[in-house]
């Protein structure tokens, strides 16, 4: 598949803090790409250098083999992280005024049948629930019948119901043929809809891989953990491998019976004991460490 | 009264640290203090005003009064007798003493008439009496109603009523809009910032002639203003007044993310413009640095133009330096902002 989109060696500064610190990767045309790090890893800034908002301090983006331009623009949908709207104007108003700035617009009945919003068109944007506001937010985003949607973090904040809801919307624009960049905290919601993700930390991308694969190379077996109020008195050799928490300890086992009976001979009470498939939250942890962040 | 202290500091601290409100609370009482000295400075209480036109042949007694207020006009440079008669009429100058034709006008429909012709003949005769030969000056009777205040004050509300909703309108929304990030999201957009830009002043333009419109006609219904001149002239000059005070808007706009200061700054503008502009007093008997001053404020300019149209029956050519001075202002802040705009 023909790359839609390149990202060169960027890096971009604040004051003296490096929040993007030479980031490359590309992305293939029809995808998903979901970026993942802590706060502060430097997504939105990827994001928002991707989406030609902010000017790198080096490197660049290619959008179809050409430096993004004022054709990018009408071809890029883009939702940011917090956007307010219009003031006093309605849902029909909002995406009537957006579709005024495209060439090319998606239709209207098109955009409100995709996003549901027929139920809400006359209401003021400042009277939306949060769920109604992404959901009008998307609206806009797709207006240009964009074949690059661009989401920081679209879900935050929204109620499982409304997760799941944006989830099928997300997913039926993909169908259409747009490539997909979405940020995110929810790393159930990565797995669900990235067909490739990358995880950011400290300005830097730490991986790039289809979330199963990113998987599969990190944790063989399962995950086991069994909870201890003070792990780190434990004073007796533990299986290698084992990585010890605040409050547990945990190790991965490709043979549980085996690993079970090892415990038992280590007289380690196994009561709480928890078998889980390791999922992008534990590499997530993993990768990124689970110290506090200022 | 612990958490009661702890919030009033907080709250101190918050003002004071908020630099733009805390200098601007600071700043503008001054200015209006010290503006309002600065115009209305008047040492010496005076009971008449009286024009003199061109050269005293012989010191006169009268002109040593003190309680008369003498403005004198230099005859040779542009300013014409007629002019100066024209104000006597409109009561405006208690008298006009022409040195050149050897004549003095005063007004029979002004009641301090009589008592201003005793006092100078008498002095005139004192003079005679002291061996100073004082030529024989004719009266010239001319005769008007005098301007009403609300004629004259008119344009002056409705220009400031104009600033205030030019600025306002334009320069509180437009950084309201770069703070929450809605020019964000249009700088991702095609859209270009002159598109949106000059879209926003255009909704301004007609909402603001709209209104002006409307106040001039209601209050117009009740008090019937002197209207000697056209009404075309006087919506060109409207017009070109909303413009020039839309472009100080738009430059307030540019780049400023702070409401907070966005508002002082916009009220530092438009306070001194409306103290300086002669919008509720005449700058006439002002002092000459702030007539001079007054020349670079929009407002003085549509406030001159439309009382000339309305007052004076002036027609296009006559107001033509206001209306250039209007479009040279409005090209420079829109230049100005233009060069400055950002849209984050």
């Known amino acids: ?294 | 009264m612990k958490s009661f202290i702890a919030l009033v500091r907080a709250r101190t601290l918050e003002f004071v640290r908020d630099r733009g409100t805390f200098f601007w609370n600071l700043l503008f009482p001054m200015i209006l203090v010290f503006g309002f000295a600065l115009a209305l400075s008047d040492p010496s209480p005076t009971v008449f005003t009286v024009a003199l036109a061109g050269d005293a042949p012989v010191e006169l007694d009268f002109i040593s009064i003190e309680q008369i207020d003498f403005v004198r006009y230099d005859l040779e440079s542009g300013e014409t007798m007629a002019s100066v008669v024209e104000r006597v009429r409109r009561h405006e100058l208690d008298m006009a003493i022409d040195f050149e034709q050897q004549q003095f006008f005063l007004n029979t429909e002004n009641h301090t008439s009589p008592l201003i012709r005793r006092i100078f003949e008498d002095s005139v005769l004192r003079d005679r009496m002291n061996g100073i030969e004082v030529p024989v000056f004719v009266e010239r009777e001319i005769s008007g109603q005098p301007i009403r205040y609300v004629d004259w004050v008119v344009p002056g509300v409705i220009g400031m009523n104009m600033l205030f909703s030019c600025l306002f309108g334009v320069g509180f929304v437009l950084v309201r809009y770069r703070k929450n990030g809605v020019l964000k999201r249009l700088k991702a957009t095609p859209v270009s910032a002159f598109t949106f830009v000059s879209a926003q002043a255009a909704s301004r333009l007609m909402i603001v002639l709209a209104t002006s419109i409307f106040v001039f006609a209601g209050t117009n219904a009740f008090l019937n203003f002197t209207m000697e001149g056209s009404y075309l002239s006087l919506l060109i000059v409207t017009t070109l007044a909303i413009i020039c005070m839309i472009s100080i808007g738009l430059l307030f706009a540019s780049r400023l993310k702070s409401e907070e200061l966005a508002g002082g700054l916009m009220n530092l503008v438009s306070f001194p413009m409306i103290i300086g502009s002669g919008v509720f007093f005449s700058l006439e008997t002002a002092p000459e640095a702030l007539r001079i001053a007054s020349r670079v404020l929009p407002l003085t300019h549509f406030v001159e133009a439309s009382r000339a149209v309305m007052i004076e029956g002036a027609g296009i050519v006559a107001i033509l330096p206001n209306l250039l001075a209007l479009s040279a202002f409005s090209i420079v802040f829109v230049a100005a902002s233009a060069l400055v705009f950002r849209w984050d």
Request: hydrophobic share 40%; charged share 25%.
């Open chain 1, 1 to 294: 598949m023909q790359n839609i989109l390149e990202v060169q060696d960027l890096v971009k500064h604040y004051r003296q803090v490096c929040a993007v610190d030479g980031i490359s990767f590309s992305l293939a045309e029809g995808m998903c790409f979901g970026l993942l790090g802590p706060n502060g890893a430097g997504k939105t800034t990827t994001i928002e250098i991707m989406e030609g908002i902010l000017k790198p301090d080096r490197g660049q983006i290619l959008y179809r083999g050409r430096p993004i331009d004022s054709e990018f623009k009408k071809r890029a949908g883009i939702q940011f992280q917090n956007t307010s709207l219009p003031d006093h104007l309605t849902v029909s108003e909002t995406i009537r005024l957006f579709q005024s700035f495209y060439p090319e617009p998606r239709p209207f009945n098109e955009i409100v049948e995709i996003c549901s919003l027929s139920d809400i068109l006359s209401r003021d944007n400042k009277k939306l629930s949060g769920g109604q506001r992404q959901r009008l937010l998307l609206a806009i985003a797709i207006v240009p019948q964009p074949d690059l949607v661009f989401l920081d973090e679209p879900t935050t904040g929204l109620d499982p119901q409304a997760r799941r809801n944006f989830w099928d919307l997300i997913r039926r624009i993909q169908t259409e043929g747009a490539t997909i960049v979405l940020t995110t905290h929810y790393m159930d919601e990565a797995h669900m809809l990235c067909d490739q993700i990358g995880i950011m930390d400290h300005g830097k991308m730490l991986e790039i891989d289809a979330p199963q694969a990113m998987l599969d190379r990190h944790f063989e077996g399962v995950l086991v953990r069994i909870p201890f109020d003070e792990p780190k008195r434990i004073d007796f050799p533990l299986p290698e491998g084992t990585v010890v928490r605040n409050d547990a300890i945990e190790l991965t086992s490709t043979r549980l019976d085996e690993t079970v009976r090892r415990l038992i001979t280590l007289g380690l009470s196994l009561d709480g004991l928890s078998v889980h498939k390791p999922t992008l939250e534990d590499l997530f942890i993993k990768l990124t460490g689970n110290t506090l962040r200022a």
